[in-house]
């Protein structure tokens, strides 16, 4: 996993009293199914349900976290090779797909701080007797963020908090010129690639991001071997490449990294980071973090560490850090096992989870891997028992999704034409752990995903996993999850930004995609360390694998539904509901950010800013803003009139009985709903994202931007862009629902 | 000052921009001022504050706190005679009023680890070379909690966080038994006093109060002497009695505590702590605190330490505290001084700082008690040259605030038949430091507030230090505090509940009090340790004395406008806005109350509660709680509606010219006005506090709960108790109209 479970972030089931309420979908009706078909379709459910054993996910994870699986290494190759051998047993159609790929590893790491003392940073993760696979440094990839630039800088050190936009914004305020120094930022608060990126921006000529116990560390719970939190000497590996601007490989943007692809020079790739980079472990930025002078930091940028966090950045701190890489080009190696379907072949239902690690990657990716593994498993189990699949089942293992989504990336790019036909669905896991199920995706699958976790049953606690969902909802849900959790009918998935493989199907290409996983119970610091092991997993991750049988649960029966429905279960009331909710969203952003104008430029004219300011501490006052012009949002009120009015209409047609002769005409424009919302220029600035609904920030990384291109144009306040947008993303929503309409149509 | 400074809050002046206004009284109006009259006051401002002198703050400063000065030593009486001796010089009638008053000081102070480890605390704050005060050893008092009871105990330790009420609901569902142990609080989220008495009402055997670092300490900013911030063996001294239920001597309830006075048997005594209690340093707390074991403690119970914080409660850690007291009756010394009024000697304006501290006090209190002196001298200086005030002003040093408002509490005690008689307004003040102005007090002289604090420049930015106020509240205030600061003329005077010398004034008799000072940017760690010391203070407190000049400014035009206006500048409107504000907030308050107790018994019976919950901890899902009634609020809507109209009746009366003659009348009636928010049966539980209006919380101590014996009510849930004070209230506030109709008739 690309992206930390730290902010693992639970959105969203079903009505009611817990305890007095019946699992929900018990016989009655079940999307895309007509009413014949529901009682064999939950037979075979309970068949899958029945042949999935929890020993195969503990031998297969201690087997595939046996040694260190990164891009590259002897065991990622050798897991693929194990992977393919098992699908192959079980009767799948499956090969390895072989991309060949930029991927930096360290030849030189050197952090020192030369002044005001001598001290030479660590960067290493030391061997723990209570972690068997942690000594195996020779195979071990070193603590370094892939796509780096090489470097050998000597500069003064700032402390940049998350090293987001608004941080430099403060720093600007308070005087302190980030320009020539190397910064310093924590983990959290945007994803790492963001930190280097903008610390760029600000002219700074080296990053260091390191782990705050307060956000990673001690603060949160007792550290590894004591308990699963990070200690003093863990450390985040992680990919610092624009993954915003595109992701993927560096050097082949848009096409696939076959063995003769075009590559850009390493020069011309816009992809790499312009300056140094690496992460480093709480011991080492001690040392460092304590000795800075200059005011104290706000509130909000103090982390755990016992000291006065200052802001630094004059010539008391003197900091070397040389890094230099091999810049390799190396084979990955994706895993890809099909079963064909029986009556629409041509419709692909597929399914992901990558394999490569940054060390042994107990949790991230083995946990998800094995739970797709024995979900396959079942599968075949199926087949071999004489069912077979309406569609096309894809099992995929992909490689290289750790320094940027490699696999998935140049497999979609090498197969996009025939993904634009044929793909229906993708679905992905990544981590998983104890905890609470977690849905991403497209809202056009809201509906299918809820009927799902009113399915399945929750192994700790009995009741449906769409229902402790909801009751955490309930409980530790935002106000308007809360009061969404008490009044609606179906939970809300979260709409994906990125951080793992769905990207290049759903921004890229338009594919309906979900993302599926547990966690929340399985808290702790092993993310990207040597620590996250076989041991460390089954201490703190899913000692029982309780959670991995269910998360192959929860998959298995979308796969199965998918595959098996008479008509692809896409519903889209619940999407029209979310795009009213995206449009208030961006109208609120626009008025609050004429609001905070309006009022900060009077409070800088008139004086008031500056009176507060405590006068022995410098402060310069910011200059004052253009004023938020008012925007034309009608557009897109009319597309959502439209799109609503499209949704009712599809529900109501499709209460009747479709002519099973018109199913596949139906799936046929169906599938291809999702393209309709992207649109062939991409985002400004970054054409590979195609889709006008979801990506990830600009500034955020992981985190989504929904309408993301005139969300963006109005954060970075150009008006006449977001205008512009305005009509692009009214008109891809009138598109979309024009597809609905022909659905409708033929029922 | 028995309050800390740390939580300064700072609430509300005068309309909108900054820099384009002029300081807003520049001889318009001036309220209880015939128009007449205005520019003489005015020059005589002027006059008094060019007589102010910087030099004499500094230099009584390093005088009254070169030693230490807490009750019953040396230098304490020493000062009161110096202080006695100046007043004389200045022509005041002034003495020493001496009463005796119970006051413990430690024999035993020992605490120790016996399991897992052997530690002994070092409860001592160690010399500093950079600090000449800090090596008077034998003179200080030594570290301990002034009422705590004497005790030898030994038992496992509980970790309470703050040690509110809600923090034992959390123990409670977290398994977590208190019952025998010894309970370790860290300071904040309430006052001292309530965290051991909380946990005696819990069971805890004894209870150890710590400086957490993350709110007092390194988190904060540099620790002494590097910084101003508490360093890790800075312990924080001060009372534990009972102040809730009454401050002054806890043997002399409702009577001065004079030579011959009828004592209580100590046995008998209410206010003193059941179990022993002791203040520690966060060096000292560490090594207990890293031993706990059981559950990692909630987000919002964490400090700044760097460990992971648990509730422990368990055998591991076996903690031992013994602790004996000297129960000593100790005199003290009370500085009196009174120049009497031209034409009405028996309106009295009463001004106060205490002189007694913990330590060296330099900041608490002498910061407040030098501004106090010079404006005494400067008054005099005035009198020296012809000008005499109309009422009679009392300047007063209390003794013993620190133990618990003891001087000041038996004065008023002694007096009080006298004062109910004569006293117009109480003025307080106590530490006084860099920043904003800060003032609480009877909103009936809110208006006259605001004006004052338009008319004292900030001697940092310039403007009138109303203006900065203003500022600060549109910056930092809270969303009503923006709201307020933008669109209301007024800026708000905070309600005052206790921690120091108003308390008797305002809560006991009824007398309209103010509490003013200055602060918020002289941030440190100091309070009441043997580090308030001059050094400290001239580095990080008030260096220049400004903010001591703005106190005289402020506090002396203050005196000079009530002494020597036409008639006392009362006014109700802003009162009963107030009032209308305090009544929406029980109303909300019941409301919330009523839907949360739904939601949660609703969450308890369906089973979501325990559905979200981690199985693999403990949790012991909480009782029920009684549904919250609809209570009748309509006596108290009557009763505001009366006084608004009240309030507006006079306001528009009083912009007619009052007859001279009927001046002193109308003073008559105003002066009382407060007593009549005053009821003789006091409050439920507590019945020395009189006042129906303002009154420190029963459970959060110094914090004040407004229309107290409602609003307790219910907290408490008494919902009989609740409509029963409803009534009470309401005919309080009726007969405050009455007043005010009164005072109305003979304008």
């Not at 608004?166 to 302190?176: H, I, M, S, T």
């Amino acid at each position: 996993m690309f992206r930390s479970l730290l902010n693992f972030s639970l959105s969203l089931l079903l009505t009611g009293s817990i305890s007095a309420q019946s699992m929900p979908n018990a016989g009655q009706t079940l999307l895309g199914f007509s009413a014949e078909n529901i009682a064999a379709q939950k037979a075979l459910e309970k068949k899958f349900d029945a042949s999935l054993k929890r020993e195969n996910l503990r031998e297969w994870l201690k087997r595939m976290s046996a040694r260190p699986h990164h891009v590259g290494s002897p065991h990622g190759k050798d897991n693929a090779e194990f992977m393919l051998a098992l699908f192959k047993s079980w009767g799948y159609d499956a090969q390895i797909e072989q991309f060949d790929v930029l991927f930096p590893t360290p030849k030189t790491r050197v952090l020192e701080m030369l002044a005001p003392e001598k001290f030479t940073a660590r960067i290493a993760e030391p061997e723990l007797k209570e972690d068997a696979t942690s000594n195996q440094q020779s195979e071990q990839l070193p603590v370094y963020n892939a796509y780096s630039a090489d470097g050998d800088v000597t500069a003064p050190l700032v402390y940049v908090n998350y090293g987001v936009p608004a941080d430099y914004e403060e720093l600007e305020k308070r005087g302190v010129e980030v320009k020539g120094k190397i910064v310093i930022a924590r983990y959290g608060g945007s994803w790492r690639g963001i930190k280097s990126k903008v610390a760029a921006e600000h002219g700074a000529v080296g990053c260091l991001i390191y782990s705050d116990p307060r956000n990673d560390g001690y603060f949160q719970g007792d550290v590894y071997p004591k308990g699963a939190y990070r200690n003093e000497n863990g450390a985040q590996r992680g990919s610092v490449v624009d993954m915003p601007t595109f992701p993927g490989d560096p050097l082949t943007p848009n096409v696939g990294a076959t063995k003769n692809a075009k590559r850009l020079d390493r020069k011309d790739a816009t992809t790499l980071t312009k300056i140094p980079v690496m992460p480093i472990s709480y011991a080492d930025a001690l040392p460092l973090l304590r000795t800075l002078e200059g005011a104290v930091v706000p509130e909000s940028w103090r982390g755990a560490l016992p000291i006065t966090y200052h802001f630094g950045g004059t010539e008391r701190t003197k900091v070397h850090l040389k890094l230099e890489f091999n810049w390799d080009i190396k084979p990955i190696y994706n895993v890809i096992a099909k079963m064909k379907g029986g009556e629409r072949p041509d419709e692909w239902i597929i399914r992901g989870n990558h394999h490569d690690a940054w060390v042994n990657g107990a949790s991230d990716p083995v946990s998800g891997q094995v739970a797709l593994l024995e979900e396959a498993r079942a599968v075949s189990e199926l087949v071999k028992s004489g069912w077979k699949p309406k569609r096309t089942i894809i099992y995929c293992a992909w490689d290289g999704e750790e320094p940027g989504l490699l696999g998935s990336t140049e497999w979609v790019e090498t197969h996009a034409a025939e993904l634009k036909e044929k793909a229906a669905v993708y679905i992905n896991s990544d981590s998983n752990g104890r905890g609470f199920l977690g849905v991403g995706g497209s809202h056009t699958l809201e509906k299918f995903v809820n009927e799902v976790a009113g399915d399945v049953a929750d192994p700790q606690t009995k009741i449906s996993v769409g229902q402790r969902w909801r009751a955490n909802e309930l409980i530790n849900g935002s106000p308007n999850a809360k009061r969404d959790a008490k009044e609606r009918g179906d939970l809300r998935i979260d709409a994906l930004g990125s951080g793992s493989d769905y990207t290049p199907f759903l921004q890229h290409l338009g594919i309906a995609s979900l993302n599926v996983g547990y966690g929340g119970e399985s808290g702790g610091g092993s993310y990207h360390s040597v620590y996250d092991s076989y041991d460390h997993y089954i201490r703190f991750g899913d000692p029982n694998f309780d959670y991995g049988i269910a998360l192959a649960q929860t998959a298995g029966r979308m796969t199965l539904r998918l595959a098996n429905a008479d008509v692809l279960p896409f519903e889209f009331t619940n999407f029209a509901d979310t795009i009213g909710i995206y449009i208030k969203e961006i109208m609120t952003l626009a008025d609050t950010m004429r609001e905070d104008t309006k009022a900060m430029n009077r409070m800088i004219a008139d004086g008031t800013l500056k009176a507060v300011q405590d006068p022995t501490q410098i402060f310069i006052v910011p200059k004052p803003k253009s004023e938020v012009p008012f925007l034309n949002f009608a557009p897109l009120h009319n597309a959502l009139a439209t799109l609503q009015e499209s949704a009712k209409n599809y529900q109501t047609a499709a209460k009747d009985k479709s002519s099973p002769s018109a199913q596949k005409q139906l799936d046929a424009i169906l599938m291809k709903t999702e393209r309709a919302l992207t649109s062939q220029n991409g985002l400004t600035r970054r054409d590979w994202f195609k889709h006008q609904i979801y990506a990830p920030g600009f500034y955020t990384g992981y985190g989504v931007k929904t309408l993301p291109s005139v969300r963006e144009a109005i954060e970075q306040r150009d008006w006449k862009e977001a205008g512009e947008q305005i009509e692009i993303v009214a008109k891809t929503i009138a598109n979309f629902a024009a597809e609905i309409d022909k659905a409708t149509r033929l029922l």
